[in-house]
């Protein structure tokens, strides 16, 4: 059976060789188990579907600065500072040439300026009795030897309060002594209040107040007999009774400005 097979076997190559052997050399026998000759190109296929995402590449060079932008709104205004210490007083200044020489006067007629002064000063008695009657009854200012103390109406924080007195020309009251303390109190008492904001504030250092010049508060004080002394995260009010206590600066309140007298004096006399 082996043989047989051998037998077909070989006789089917020599047919396919003799096929082979008789065609031209320029034909390609179509029975030859050599690889055939290239073939055309084929059409083009259709777009495959996207890849998947590729690793990030390394970072680029840093780029050239941009061109600076335009200038934006001012902020806020930010709280009010401590007030600075009183600057040392100017030198004095060059003497003016001196002025044009007046003219020479007439003859003193002396009965008719007798009667000019003494009518001036008839005028000048009934305006200070309208001025104590404007401080005392309108205004209701209070004063010593040396300050006038008001009372302002307007509830304002501490901050605001401090403010507003220097911009009146004056600062928070500070009772430095008891006769003032008393003052003051009495003066809280007629205008019908029960507490009111003064020119004691924190100091820098743990546990102390300061008045509102900056000056250290240590001759005189008047807690009242539940406020604790090391306390000093708070502003400070004074009621009708003449005793200080904490508050909370951003609290609203009425407010106590003191002015000196020979300062308000200058500046209404200019």
Not at 5 to 17: E, K, R
Not at 116 to 144: P, R
Not at 157 to 180: I, Y
Not at 186 to 211: D, K
Request: contains cysteine.
């Amino acid at each position: 059976m082996v043989k047989e097979s051998f037998s077909w076997t070989l006789l089917l190559f020599f047919v396919l060789y003799s096929r082979c052997s008789v065609v031209s050399a320029s034909e390609v026998c179509s029975n030859t188990i050599l690889p055939g000759s290239k073939g055309d190109p084929g059409e083009v296929g259709d777009e495959g579907d996207q890849g998947r995402l590729g690793k990030p590449g390394p970072p680029g060079h840093t780029g050239l600065a941009g061109n600076v932008g335009t200038k934006g709104e001012d902020g806020l205004m930010g709280k009010m500072g401590p007030m600075g210490d009183r600057g040392d007083k100017g030198e004095k200044g060059v003497d003016g040439p001196p002025g044009i020489k007046g003219k020479s006067g007439a003859s003193c007629d002396c009965s008719r300026y007798r009667k000019v002064v003494w009518q001036m000063n008839i005028n000048i008695g009934k305006l200070k009795n309208a001025v104590k009657f404007l401080k005392d009854v309108i205004l209701g200012i209070k004063e010593t030897e040396e300050k006038f103390y008001l009372i302002v109406k307007e509830a304002r924080k501490f901050r605001e309060a401090l403010l507003n007195c220097k911009l009146r020309g004056g600062s928070l009251a500070m009772p430095r002594s008891a006769d003032v303390n008393a003052l003051l109190a009495g003066y809280v008492s007629e205008a019908s209040l029960t507490h009111v904001f003064i020119g004691l504030q924190p100091g820098e250092v743990p546990g102390t107040h300061v008045y509102a010049d900056q000056s250290p508060l240590t001759s005189y004080a008047a807690w009242g007999p539940e406020e604790p002394r090391g306390a000093n995260v708070s502003c400070v009010q004074l009621d009708s009774a003449g005793s200080w206590s904490h508050a909370e600066c951003d609290a609203t309140k009425y407010y106590l400005c003191e002015f000196l007298k020979s300062r308000t004096v200058s500046a209404a006399t200019q």
